[in-house]
C-alpha cells in the first residue's frame, strides 16, 4: 500500500521499449532518454529536477458558490545545469483538469488532450538555476477534497529531442491539514473523519465470543447446528463421480498437509437439494459419530453448487493452526437470492495482469460470486488482441509520450512517459484470454467481457485511425474498412474525462464493420476456450452531448434512415449491435443509457425508458442513482428492462471509504465506507433516504423485482496502479455485497417499526463484522493468500483522563505506542482503556503482523 501523502513514482524514462512486455507488442523505437539527456550539454535533466504539490487553498465567490480549488507547483532544480529559459514543455496528468492560460513564474498551461496538460515558458521566464525553486501558482476548477484530483505523473520533453520524456521520479503530494486547505464552504461535502467520529461509528457493534460468531458468510438460508463436533483425525477421503473431478481436487486442498493418516469421509455428488430450484443451490451435512451418515456430504443442483458447499465447508473449519481440529454439527441448505453475483474489474485506465486476474477469480469463488465483469476497453486503453486488427493492441494498448501522432496513446493517470509503464502498456494475448476463461469456468464464474462504445472509445478511435494512415500511405484501397471516425466531424462535446475525439461514429460503415468484426473474435475465443458465452456488455455510457450532431456523415446516416434526432441515431446504432450478437445466439448488455433515452423535462435532462428496447431482452447494468435518478433502476425494471443493480453511492469500489484528503480512491459519486454496501436493501433502497429525497421516486412493483437479476461490485481503476491498491479497495467491502447479493433480505430490512429496525440491524451488522474479524479475514491471512484488505483506523475518544480504543471490526488485534512512534506488531496490545500519556498512535493488525491505518491522539 502507498503512503497516504505520496503518489505512486513513475517509472523512468531511460526505460524506454527494448524488449515487448509479455502480451504486449513493442512500440516503435525511441532513443534511449539517458543517452539524450546526455547528449544535450549544459541543460537539466528531468530526472534531477525535484516537483512538490500543494493545495494552497478552496476558494469561494458569489459567482463561484460551489468553488474552484488554488493549488501550487513547487519545481527545484537538482541539477548542476541550468533549466533553459525556452525549449522544454513539462507535463503531467489531472484527472478532473486544471484552468488553463498563463499561470505564475510566466509559463502557460495548456491542455493537450484528455487529461493531459503541459506547463510552457513564455517569452520573459528566466529559466531556472541550479539549486533555484519556482513557485507555479494555478487554478483547478473545481474545489479539491480527494488527493485523486491532484497532477500525477509529471515529465519533461526537450524541444530538441521531441520524442523523450524524461520522468520526474522526485515527486510528491504534499499533505492537506490546514482549514483553508479542508474548507468546504457551503457546498454540503462531507467534513473529515476523526478518530473519535471513527469511535462513535463503531460503537453501532458489540464484541462477540467466539461461540456467537456466524459460521458462515455469505449468510445460507437454512444453518441448523448440532450438539456435536466431527474431529479431523486426518485428511478427510474425498469421494466424488468423475464430473466433480475438479470439486474434487478443491475438496481436498481444504485440509491441510500437516493432517497426516485417514480422516473423515468427504462425500459430493450431485442431486436434487430439496426444496431448492436453483441450479447453485446445495445442501452439506456434518456428522460426527463412527455411523454410516457420519462424515461430511455436500449435494448440489449441479457442480457449481457443490462448489459452493465446498467453500461454506472451508468457513466451517478450524482456522489454521488453531488446537482444536473439528468440524461443528451442522445442516444446511442454501441458495442464492440472486441468480447474478458480479465483480467488475476495469483494466483499461490501469492495466493488470492475468495474475491479478486469477487472484480476484479466486476470491470471488470463495465468497459464492459467480459473474465477471470484464472492463477490456476504454478511452485509455484496449485490452484484449483481437486477430486481424494489430493496431488494436500495438497502438491501443500502449501509453506513452509521443510527439508524432499514431504513435501510441497519450499518458493516462500518471502512467509518464515511458511505453513499458506497466499501468498504462499491456494487454490480454489470445491465449491469455483463454486461460482466463477456463480459470474463470473452473470456478463456475462466467466471464462478461465489455467493449466500451459508443463513447469511452478513443483506443480504437486513434488505433484505427494509424490503421488507417498506414494502408492509405501503402495504397490499400481498404484502408478505411474499420475507420471509426469522421474526418469531417465538427461536433462540440466534451466527455466527463475531458475528451472531444473519443467517439465512434455510427454514420461510417466502417463502424460496424469494425464492431462486427471484434465480436466476432470475441466469440471465437470463448468457443476455443469452452467456455460460457450469453451475452457481451457493450458499453453505452456517458456519451456526451453534441457528439454526432455536426458530423456530415451521421447526418448523411440519418438522412438515409429518417432519423429525426442523434437520440434517434443512438437507437439505430444498437439496433444493429444487437443484430450483430444475435446472429450468434447472444443477447444484448450494457450500462444503463443502453436502455434509457435523453429528453428534458421542465428545461432538465432527464433519462426515461426507452421504449423500443423493452421487448429484445436488453440486460442493463444501473450505475447512476444521483441527481434526480436515484429511482432510475426502479424505473427501467419496472418498464420491463432485465437490470443489474451497481448504484454508484453503495457498490462502486473505486469510491473513496470516506472524505479525508489522504483515504485513496474518487468521490465524484458519494463515500462508500463497508457498512454502505451491507445497509444496502436491493428492492428498497430508498427506504432509508429522507422524506425529501423519496418525492415523486418510483418504488419497485412486483413486475419489476422479477427484472432485477441481481447485484454488482465495480472497480474502475483511475487511482489503482498496482494490485495491492485494488486490495485495499475491494476487500473488505466486497464481502458486503457478497452477503446482499447471497442471502435474502435481513429482518432489519423488512421491519416497519423503527426502532425494532434499529435493533434488529444492531443484532446483523455485530454479526456480521465479527464474523470478519475473528474468522473470514483472518482464514485469508493464514491461507497466504496476499489480500492486502484495508485495515481501517481504530476509534479513539477521550474519556476523562483515559483514552477508549475500538474497532470497526471486533477481535482484530490492536496494538499501541505513546512515545510517537508508529506501531509495530510487536508494540503493546490494546487490553482496555489507555491511561498513559503522550502521542498515543493506534493500530489494527492482521494475523500476518500487517498493519492499518493509525490512529492519534496527543495527550502530552
Known sequence: MDTSHLVRRCALASLLLATPLAGMAAAPATPLAASAAASMEGVASGARLQMRWELLRNEYTPQMPEGRAKARMTLTNNDSQ???????????????????????????????????????????FAGLAPGQSLDIDYYHPQVIIKMARAPIGPYLVYDAQPEVGVAISDFALLPVTRPEQLDKGDTGARPVVTAADTYRSNQRADLLPASAVPLVLPTPLQLTQGSGKLRLSGKPSVSAPAALAGEADLARSLFPASLQGSGPALRLSVGKVEGQSSPEAYSLTVRAGGGAGAGIAI????????????????????????????????????APRFAYRGFML?????????????????????????????????????RLEIAGLPELTSIG??????????????????SGPDPRDTGGSGYYTRAEYIEILRYAAARHIEV?????????????????????????????????????NDF?????????????????????????????????????LHREAGAPLHTIHMGGDELPNGAWEQSPASRAMMAREHLQSTADLWDYFYERVDGMLRKHGLYTSGWEELAARKTTLHGKNKLIPNPRFTQKGFLAWVWNNTEGAEDLAYRLANAGYDIVLAPVTKMYMDMAHNANPEEPGVNWGDYVELETPYDFIPFDYLKNATEAARVGKDGLTDYGKRRVRGLEATLFTETVRDPARIDYLVMPRLLAVAERAWAPDPAWATEPDAAKAAALHRTAWSGFVNALGQRVLPRLDLDRTGVAYRIAPPGLLLDGDKVLVNHVLPGIALRYTVDGSTPTASSRRVTGPIAERGLIQVAAFDRNGRPGLVARIDRR
Do not use: C
Request: aromatic share 10%.
Open 397 to 414: 494498448a500502449v501509453r506513452g509520450h509521443s510527439a508524432k501522432p499514431g504513435v501510441r496513446l497519450q499518458p493516462a493517470y500518471g
Open 448 to 484: 462478461i467481457p465489455e467493449l466500451e462504445m459508443p463513447g469511452h472509445a478513443r483506443a480504437a478511435v486513434q488505433a484505427m485511425e494509424a490503421r488507417y494512415h498506414r494502408l492509405k500511405a501503402a495504397g490499400d484501397k481498404d484502408a478505411a474498412k474499420y475507420l471509426l
Open 488 to 524: 469531417a466531424d465538427r461536433s462540440v462535446y466534451k466527455s466527463p474525462q475531458l475528451y472531444n475525439d473519443h467517439v465512434l461514429n455510427p454514420g461510417l460503415e466502417s463502424s460496424f464493420t469494425f464492431v462486427q468484426h471484434v465480436v466476432d473474435e470475441v466469440v471465437k
Open 299 to 334: 449435494v448440489g443442483n449441479s457442480p457449481a453448487g457443490v462448489a459452493y458447499g465446498l467453500q461454506t465447508l472451508r468457513d466451517l473449519l478450524p482456522l489454521p493452526g488453531a488446537a482444536d481440529q473439528s468440524v461443528p454439527e451442522v445442516t444446511i441448505v442454501d
Open 82 to 124: 541550468r533549466l533553459p529559459a525556452k525549449g522544454w514543455t513539462l507535463y503531467f496528468n489531472s484527472m478532473d483538469g486544471v484552468v488553463p492560460g498563463a499561470v505564475t513564474g510566466n509559463l502557460r498551461m495548456e491542455q493537450v488532450a484528455g487529461n493531459l496538460y503541459r506547463l510552457r515558458p513564455q517569452a520573459n
Open 346 to 382: 476495469d483494466v483499461s485506465r490501469n492495466f493488470h495482469t492475468k495474475e491479478t486476474v486469477f487472484k480476484w477469480l479466486d476470491l470471488m469463488a470463495r465468497y459464492k460470486m459467480n459473474k465477471f465483469h470484464f472492463h477490456l476497453t476504454e478511452d485509455e486503453g484496449w
